[in-house]
C-alpha cells in the first residue's frame, strides 16, 4: 500500500517541493493548510486531499487529523512546515502578535504531533518532519519571536527523538539556514538562496533512513552563506 504524506502548514515553495517529491515515490498526499482555496492547484496536480486546519486551536488539529485518518489512513510521514513571524524592535513589538507567532511556531508544532503521535506508536511507526531556521539555533535582532518560535520547536524536536526513536518513531529537525528561492525571490544563478526542489530530495532521504542510522536534525545552508 502507498505511504501517506501529510503536510501541515502546506503552500507553495518548500512544501510543495515536498509533496511533490514524496508523490513522485507513490505517495498519497494530504494537504493541510488554515487557507486550503489556495492549495487548488497543487492538489489537483497531485490529486491530493486538502484540509482546513489553524495549528493553533487542538479542536481544528485534532478535526483535521483525524479526517486525513478517516480518508487516507494514519499517515506514515507528517511534515510540520507553519512558521509564525513578528519583527520590530523589541520595545515596539505587540505583545498579542508575539503570542500569535509563538502558538503558530512551537505551540502548533506540539498539536500537531499530539495528534498525530499517539496512532503512531500504536502502529509502531511513523516519522515526523520539522522545520526549523537559522534562529532555531541563533536569535537575530528585531527578532525575538521567531526565534523563540524555532528554539521552542527545536527543543520540541530534540525531546521527542530521544523519546520516541527508542519507541519506532523517527522525529528529524531541519535547521534551515538561508534564504530559500522562489518566484518572488530568483537565485542569481551562484546557488546563493537554497533550492526547494534539493531541500525536498533532503526531506525525503531523511525519511528513508534505516533506523540503524537515524538522524534527529539537518543543517541545510548555500554554499555562499556563514555558519
Known amino acids: 500500500m502507498a505511504e501517506t504524506v501529510l503536510i501541515v502548514g502546506a503552500g507553495e515553495g518548500l512544501s510543495a517541493s515536498v509533496a511533490r517529491r514524496f508523490a513522485k515515490d507513490g505517495a498519497r498526499i494530504a494537504l493541510a493548510a488554515r487557507n486550503t482555496d489556495k492549495l487548488a492547484a497543487l492538489a ?43 519583527r520590530g ?11 500569535r507567532a509563538l502558538l503558530v511556531s512551537c505551540y502548533g508544532g506540539y498539536l500537531v504531533c499530539n ?5 503512531m506508536l500504536e502502529r509502531g ?32 524536536a530534540q525531546s521527542l527523538a530521544r523519546e520516541l526513536q527508542p519507541q519506532g518513531l523517527h522525529v528529524v ?4 539556514d538561508g534564504g530559500i528561492r ?7 544563478g551562484r546557488d546563493a538562496l537554497l533550492d526547494p526542489d534539493a531541500i525536498a530530495e533532503t526531506y525525503f532521504q531523511a525519511a528513508r533512513q534505516h533506523r540503524s542510522a537515524w538522524t534527529w536534525e539537518v543543517e541545510l545552508r548555500p554554499w555562499v552563506e556563514s555558519f
Open 89 to 99: 524592535p523589541f520595545t515596539e513589538l505587540d505583545p498579542e502578535a508575539v503570542k
Open 125 to 156: 511507526s511513523g516519522t515526523i518532519l520539522l522545520t526549523g531556521a537559522s534562529a532555531s539555533v541563533k536569535g537575530y535582532p528585531r527578532s525575538a519571536p521567531f526565534a523563540m518560535g524555532k528554539f521552542g520547536l527545536r527543543g520540541l
Open 115 to 119: 495528534a498525530v503521535v499517539p496512532p
Open 173 to 176: 529537525h531541519f535547521v534551515i
Open 44 to 86: 489537483a496536480e497531485l490529486n491530493a486531499g486538502t484540509y482546513p486546519c489553524d495549528v493553533t486551536e487542538r479542536a481544528s488539529v485534532d478535526a483535521m487529523a483525524g479526517a486525513v485518518a478517516r480518508d487516507l489512513g494514519v499517515p506514515d510521514v507528517v511534515l510540520f512546515n507553519a512558521s509564525g513571524r513578528e
Open 182 to 188: 522562489s518566484a518572488a525571490r530568483p537565485d542569481d
